[in-house]
T-cell receptor
Framework: AAGVIQSPRHLIKEKRETATLKCYPI?????VYWYQQGPGQDPQFLIS???????DKGSIPDRFSAQQFSDYHSELNMSSLELGDSALYFC?????????????FGEGSRLTVL | RKEVEQDPGPFNVPEGATVAFNCTYS??????FFWYRQDCRKEPKLLMS???SGNEDGRFTAQLNRASQYISLLIRDSKLSDSATYLC??????????FGTGTRLLVSP
């Protein structure tokens, strides 16, 4: 079965650079979530989209932006990168109609800021 | 105070032991509760949902106490493969899941 696809899997950037992470949800899923997990930390909710509209916002810095496109894939754009942005970024998707609350996570994109 | 709190552990137990984790949540309006499992450097995966009446899945039993706002996970007959971080997850409102810090379990031979 198709899973959530994230790219790139690994990314190395320098301070003040920009980075873009992509997420392709499971087909038919209408909701996408972005989470940031720092070393030894729990996943922190950044932002979510439902039917291409932002549905909730968490601890996403102003330097970050995200959107969901017509094909339901999502991109997380990060600018003016800081050392503290180094983390594993997970994308997850779900189908609201299933109402199980289960999120299906991608394998994550590991960002290292030098 | 964090919305969802867990003892980070680690819990070190021998194979075959029974181990229990608790989790407390602050938002009394929360509707759904879950336990996710996360292996090192991997994505979280749903272990089980937690229902008010309690539920069991093989060696795993989850309980919810709404009055005290805590959730528990009991693992019986621990296996080496149970070594992981167990994340308590709460759904305080539509389409938002809040993760606890996770409890690390190490099962040794």
């Amino acid at each position: 079965a198709a899973g959530v696809i994230q790219s790139p899997r690994h990314l190395i950037k320098e301070k003040r650079e920009t980075a873009t992470l992509k997420c392709y949800p499971i087909p038919r899923h209408d909701t996408v979530y972005w989470y940031q997990q720092g070393p030894g930390q729990d996943p922190q909710f950044l932002i979510s989209f439902y039917e291409k509209m932002q549905s909730d916002k968490g601890s996403i810095p102003d330097r970050f932006s995200a959107q969901q496109f017509s094909d339901y894939h999502s991109e997380l754009n990060m600018s003016s990168l800081e050392l503290g942005d180094s983390a594993l970024y997970f994308c997850a998707s779900s189908l609201v109609a299933e109402n199980t609350g289960e999120l299906f996570f991608g394998e994550g994109s590991r960002l290292t800021v030098l | 105070r964090k919305e969802v709190e867990q003892d980070p552990g680690p819990f070190n137990v021998p194979e075959g032991a029974t181990v229990a984790f608790n989790c407390t949540y602050s938002n009394s309006a929360s509707q759904s509760f879950f336990w996710y499992r996360q292996d090192c450097r991997k994505e979280p995966k749903l272990l089980m949902s937690v229902y008010s009446s309690g539920n069991e899945d093989g060696r795993f039993t989850a309980q919810l106490n709404r009055a005290s706002q805590y959730i528990s996970l009991l693992i019986r007959d621990s296996k080496l493969s149970d070594s992981a971080t167990y994340l308590c997850v709460v759904n305080p409102r539509f389409q938002k899941l809040v993760f606890g810090t996770g409890t690390r379990l190490l099962v040794s031979p």
